[in-house]
């Protein structure tokens, strides 16, 4: 499996903008789709973004598109998360997350989790 560490949050103002960064351990990253969720407090987690293996596949929520970019250096075991035009209800805590297989948009689905990170939006 992997480990993964998420940073890059913190509290900003709207239409400010923000990348959080995840890395991950071990040599296999490229094998891995990765995905970014978020859970605001009392709501379930929801899909955010997330990426094919290779990086050459890009899939995006409704609610990020147009604001949001994921990508992924496989050389530096490294997939990011550009958040442009925040947003208070992009308020959150991020999770970075991995699976074995392709990419899809369920939680459930990824195997490995970081220990997220807090992005505060403030109007």
């Known amino acids: 499996q992997v480990q993964l560490v998420e940073s890059g949050g913190g509290l900003v103002q709207a239409g400010d903008s923000l990348r959080l960064t995840c890395a991950a351990s071990?040599?296999?990253?490229?094998?891995?789709?990765m995905g970014w969720f978020r859970q605001a407090p009392g709501k379930e987690r929801e899909f955010v973004a997330a990426?094919?293996?290779?990086?050459?596949?890009?899939y995006l929520a409704d609610s990020v598109k147009g604001r949001f970019t994921i990508s992924r250096d496989n050389a530096k075991n490294t997939v990011y998360l550009q958040m442009n035009s925040l947003k208070p209800g992009d308020t959150a805590v991020y999770y970075c997350?991995?699976?074995?297989?392709?990419?899809?948009?369920?939680?459930?689905?990824?195997?490995?989790w970081g220990q997220g990170t807090q992005v505060t939006v403030s109007s």
């Open positions: 071990g040599r296999t990253f490229s094998s891995y789709s």
């Open positions: 997350a991995a699976r074995g297989g392709g990419v899809i948009t369920a939680a459930p689905r990824y195997d490995c």
């Open positions: 990426i094919s293996k290779s990086g050459g596949s890009t």
